[in-house]
T-cell receptor
Framework: AQTVTQSQPEMSVQEAETVTLSCTYD???????LFWYKQPPSRQMILVIR??????QNATENRFSVNFQKAAKSFSLKISDSQLGDAAMYFC???????????FGKGTKLTVNP | DVKVTQSSRYLVKRTGEKVFLECVQD?????MFWYRQDPGLGLRLIYF???????EKGDIPEGYSVSREKKERFSLILESASTNQTSMYLC???????????????FGDGTRLSIL
């Protein structure tokens, strides 16, 4: 079974600085999708960014970008120019191309200090 | 925008009660999911459904059942609530465009359920 590991339960960053959240996953499959979700204190889970395993180019969404290393099974999230509104729980998730089910990591709580 | 609505934000029930959590989505999505979220454990899949009247067990289905009579509505049922089912419950939906793609899941606001 696939597993997703987020090794940093908590992280903090100064406003306007850059922070990187780590995610590794374990799979024997070659075709899959990876996602980062954000859950602010208001609780609604919001998609931040997604990556297809067959794409070598790293996905970017405004201040959010990923470093996808397929061979290393690593999928880190970089947040540039951090803002107070970025404070949230961040979850990394894996989905096989064979199913609709997501496998989530345990999350990283990000604090942004003014 | 996709709207996934969970019927209650907070719910308090007693041990042994039958509890219904309701979820409705407005985007005609084929797939719907129920998760529970506990501190330090992330999100764990309870059940999911890929079509009306279809369901599949997730990772932790024990003590739960589901119902999907209409495409837009997916209900989670705690047959006889127990204190270890106190948790945050999240509903999600996603689109299936015929072949699997990078379609994300869209989540509701969650129901914080307390079983006393």
């Amino acid at each position: 079974a696939q597993t997703v590991t987020q090794s940093q339960p908590e992280m903090s960053v100064q406003e306007a600085e850059t922070v990187t959240l780590s995610c590794t996953y374990d799979t024997s499959e070659s075709d899959y999708y990876l996602f980062w979700y954000k859950q602010p204190p208001s609780r609604q889970m919001i998609l931040v960014i997604r990556q297809e395993a067959y794409k070598q180019q790293n996905a970017t969404e405004n201040r959010f970008s990923v470093n996808f290393q397929k061979a290393a099974k690593s999928f880190s999230l970089k947040i540039s120019d951090s803002q107070l509104g970025d404070a949230a729980m961040y979850f990394c998730a894996y989905r096989s191309a064979l199913t609709e089910k997501l496998v989530f990591g345990k999350g990283t709580k990000l604090t942004v200090n003014p | 925008d996709v709207k996934v609505t969970q019927s209650s934000r907070y719910l308090v029930k007693r041990t042994g009660e039958k509890v219904f959590l309701e979820c409705v989505q407005d985007m005609d999505h084929e797939n719907m999911f129920w998760y529970r979220q506990d501190p330090g454990l992330g999100l764990r899949l309870i059940y999911f459904s890929y079509d009306v009247k279809m369901k599949e067990k997730g990772d932790i289905p024990e003590g739960y059942s589901v119902s999907r009579e209409k495409k837009e509505r997916f209900s989670l049922i705690l047959e006889s609530a127990s204190t270890n089912q106190t948790s945050m419950y999240l509903c999600a939906s996603s689109f299936s465009p015929g072949s699997l793609s990078n379609q994300p899941q869209h989540f509701g606001d969650g129901t914080r359920l307390s079983i006393l």
